[in-house]
């Protein structure tokens, strides 16, 4: 599976950005997606999760209420919907996927197999 990100940018706080990752190579479907995010300093870590067909959606409690994360199968495309952006959201966003035809449950960040290159976004204050 290969995934482009892009969307990110420069935004001033409070303000909203929606980020789309397109995924080809595989059966979209087939795949929980996820995002997350690597601010400068700081390791990488999960912001939200969707399941294969958007039943069901996992936050990061920093991004829980702000954020929100959906997929169009018929697209193979993800989104990361980000509203009331917070200087502290910046970072560099990475969308990937993680085989997982049949689950419904939270995947760990090392069962993700497919990472695409990073979008980023930056929030001034």
């Known amino acids: 599976v290969q995934l482009q990100a892009s969307g990110g940018g420069l935004v001033q706080a409070g303000g909203s950005l929606r980020l789309s990752c397109v995924a080809s190579?595989?059966?979209?479907?087939?795949?929980?997606m996820g995002w997350f995010r690597r601010a400068p300093g700081k390791e990488r870590e999960f912001v939200a999760q969707?399941?294969?067909?958007?039943?069901?959606?996992w936050y990061a409690d920093s991004v829980e209420g702000r954020f929100t994360i959906s997929r169009d199968n018929a697209k193979n495309t993800l989104y990361l919907q980000m509203n009331s952006l917070e200087p502290e959201d910046t970072a560099v966003y990475y969308c990937?996927?993680?085989?997982?035809?049949?689950?419904?449950?939270?995947?760990?960040?090392?069962?993700?197999?497919?990472w695409g290159q990073g979008t980023l976004v930056t929030v001034s204050s």
């Open positions: 190579g595989d059966t979209f479907r087939s795949y929980a």
């Open positions: 969707i399941n294969w067909n958007g039943v069901r959606t």
């Open positions: 990937a996927a993680s085989y997982d035809p049949l689950g419904g449950k939270l995947r760990p960040e090392s069962e993700y197999n497919y």
